[in-house]
């Protein structure tokens, strides 16, 4: 979990962080917005995510997960179905719809056993189901 607080960094400390974890940002942007982007990277939920209307609430199933973490990628997890857009750090227990969870399985990647060539399909996103959530 990161330490950085973007909301309380001066506009100069934003623009250092931002250029360090790589974002690009036209030297005018609205301190709001580069705040949003530099959380956005850090996998902090924004509000365009996290205020909208709860859409698990309309009969369907839910699900905690955990999307497992990974030494080389350690960026969180964007999912979108049907404009809804989903962020996931990874290791970290979470309740999503479970249109989710199928978007998260069909997500795969082929990787290639060095010695046989053999082709196999790999979760890109590893997960687990750790329960089903009553609605």
Avoid: C
Wanted: no cysteine.
């Amino acid at each position: 979990m990161s330490e950085i607080n973007a909301s309380q960094m001066s506009r100069e400390t934003l623009k250092e962080t931002a250029a360090d974890l790589g974002i690009e940002f036209a030297d005018n942007i609205p301190t709001d917005k580069l705040v949003e982007r530099v959380k956005a990277h850090l996998g902090e939920p924004t509000p365009e995510i996290t205020d909208g209307p709860d859409l698990t609430q309309r009969g369907q199933t839910r699900f905690e997960i955990t999307v497992a973490t990974d030494s080389v990628d350690k960026q969180p997890v964007y999912v979108s179905v049907n404009g809804h857009n989903y962020v996931i750090r990874r290791g970290e227990k979470v309740i999503v719809p479970g249109y989710v969870v199928e978007a998260l399985s069909h997500a795969v990647k082929y990787v290639y056993d060095s010695t046989t060539m053999e082709r196999q399909e790999v979760l890109s996103y590893p997960f687990q189901i750790i329960r089903e959530v009553a609605a």
